[in-house]
């Protein structure tokens, strides 16, 4: 009887497991015996495949994984860049968010006068420099070149015998003291140059022919016989901008008397008389010729 129940069980065993379909498990023996003796380790590519969106081309985008910056990198370069540090001239610190750097010389009523775009945003110190020195050494000419003119009208028939308009008496010198005068604008050119000038390097790419001395103020030759240079910075300002302000009037004073003079070639004196006459209501021609 025994025997009898052993066998039905088997049986609904099988059954069951046949209507499931259970796979058969290999046995442990067989999948050793499967199993290769050595493998290979897969290759591992550095390079990665995007494949293709919407939006990417066709062709896969391949890209380097060596190629990608470092985090530590990356974090170094988005911290701002140390702002460079500039000597300070005179009490005069430069200032790139500053019309012409923050050199001094605007006044009222225009203020910053600039329209043709000279000392425009984004202009580099040394040019802003080198324009400032420009216009401080053409006012002094302007201003010694207005005093000439009358000075030297003034007294006809001096040492040289030298009579007429200002524009007239240059050619009029003997060589002699044309070349004195010539030796001298040379050798304050040649000072100034040393000076305030970096030495040029006679090499191709080089860009330091027009380049000004980091320690040079524009101007500032060191020449104040009278100690009539303020120490305090706001006082020297002040001083600055009175000189660029006669200088200014003094480059178009200047530019008038030498046309003034260059049409009618006559002197300042005579000119002045010719309109007092006409204003007055007088004859200005009698005599004038």
């Not at 990417?56 to 380097?64: F, T």
């Not at 460079?84 to 750097?101: H, R, S, T």
């Not at 001083?239 to 004073?253: D, V």
Request: proline share 9%.
């Amino acid at each position: 009887m025994a025997s009898r129940i052993a066998l039905i069980a088997s049986a609904l065993l099988l059954s069951k497991s046949s209507a499931f379909n259970l796979p058969s498990l290999p046995s442990p023996v067989s999948r050793l015996a499967s199993t290769p003796e050595t493998t290979e380790e897969p290759v591992v590519d550095t390079a990665t495949v995007i494949t293709p969106t919407d939006d990417a081309p066709e062709e896969p985008v391949w890209y380097n994984i060596l190629s990608e910056p470092d985090p530590v990198s990356v974090q170094q370069q988005q911290q701002p860049p140390l702002q460079q540090q500039y000597p300070v001239l005179n009490g005069w610190v430069p200032k790139e968010d500053f019309a012409l750097w923050g050199l001094p010389g605007a006044i009222a009523p225009t203020g910053f006068f600039d329209p043709l775009g000279f000392a425009r945003e984004g202009l580099p110190l040394n040019d802003a420099k080198r324009l400032r020195e420009a216009e401080v050494q053409h006012s002094r000419v302007a201003m010694i070149a207005c005093v000439g003119y009358f000075a030297g009208e003034a007294v006809q028939n001096g040492p040289f015998a030298i009579t007429g308009p200002a524009n007239d008496q240059l050619q009029q010198m003997p060589l002699a003291a044309f070349a004195l005068l010539t030796a001298g604008i040379a050798a304050a050119e040649l000072y100034r140059a040393k000076l305030g000038w970096v030495e040029p390097k006679m090499q191709i790419g080089s860009k330091t022919l027009w380049t000004l001395r980091d320690t040079y103020y524009p101007g500032d030759l060191g020449f104040d016989p009278l100690g009539l240079k303020p120490k305090d910075n706001y006082e020297f300002q002040r001083m600055q901008t009175k000189e660029l302000s006669h200088g200014r009037l003094a480059m178009l004073g200047w530019a008038g008397m030498c046309s003034q003079e260059l049409v009618n070639h006559r002197t300042i004196g005579d000119t002045l008389d010719f309109y007092s006459t006409l204003f007055s209501g007088g004859d200005p021609y009698s005599g004038y010729y």
